[in-house]
């Protein structure tokens, strides 16, 4: 595709429901990142993937946040039990092999937990 | 203390103004970006930098090593570039970037 592809753009739940976020990377990308922006904060580092390498998940703020990605392409980031505080916009990002080059961000999942 | 740090917070200017905003990090880095992010909210990657000096049209970023600071100008400043503007910075040999939290610039007409 021409970019980085999340959906949804919008997702709106019930706290205690699990969500599933998806993120398709530019071909050809083998650097995938998820990143978190809740309302009035910066930037903040999820979870990386790289090929087939383990990923890192030093970023995930619990248990309840996993990611996978499936062949080296589309990752999913799925949150269980959601809480209010996880209200935020989800960012996906890829790169053609890490953060020395430069990063092509997808347009965002903004999940409202009510 | 934040390992990055941008200043200013929020940034008026005239259109046509040269515009300066400033990244300062207290960390060993190996790469600094520059990504400015729309009120729209998608974010675009304007520069990655190790060392020297990047131009992309009215935009230029600089960075020293050494005084752990990076800048970003804006020449001719125009209304569309409007935005936030987000310093973020790879902690020696991590690919986990930290983020500044970005500064706010409007451009009046």
């Known amino acids: 595709g021409a970019g980085v592809s999340q959906s949804p753009s919008n997702k709106v739940t019930e706290k205690g429901k699990d969500v599933e976020l998806r993120c398709d990377p530019i071909?050809?990308?083998?650097?995938l990142y998820w990143y978190r922006q809740s309302l009035g904060q910066g930037l903040e580092f999820l979870i990386y993937?790289?090929?087939?390498?383990?990923?890192?998940k030093s970023g995930l703020p619990s248990d309840r946040f996993s990611a996978e990605r499936t062949g080296g392409s589309v990752s999913t980031l799925t949150i269980q039990r959601t809480q209010q505080e996880d209200s935020a916009v989800y960012l996906c990002?890829?790169?053609?092999?890490?953060?020395?080059?430069?990063?092509?961000f997808g347009s965002g999942t903004q999940l409202s937990v009510l | 203390k934040n390992e990055v740090e941008q200043s200013p917070q929020n940034l008026t200017a005239q259109e046509g103004e040269f515009i300066t905003i400033n990244c300062s990090y207290s960390?060993?880095?190996?790469?600094l970006h520059w990504l400015q992010q729309h009120p729209g909210g998608g974010i675009v990657s304007l520069f990655m930098?190790?060392?020297g000096k990047k131009k992309h049209g009215r935009l230029i970023a600089t960075i020293n090593i050494q005084e752990k600071h990076s800048s970003l100008h804006i020449t001719a400043s125009h209304p569309r570039d409007s935005a936030v503007y987000i310093c973020?910075?790879?902690?020696?040999?991590?690919?986990?970037?930290?983020f500044g939290k970005g500064t706010k610039l409007t451009v009046n007409p």
């Open positions: 930098l190790s060392s």
């Open positions: 973020a910075v790879n902690k020696g040999g991590s690919e986990k970037l930290v």
């Open positions: 960390v060993g880095i190996s790469a």
């Open positions: 071909s050809g990308h083998t650097a």
């Open positions: 990002a890829s790169s053609p092999w890490g953060t020395s080059e430069k990063l092509f």
């Open positions: 993937f790289q090929g087939n390498s383990a990923p890192d």
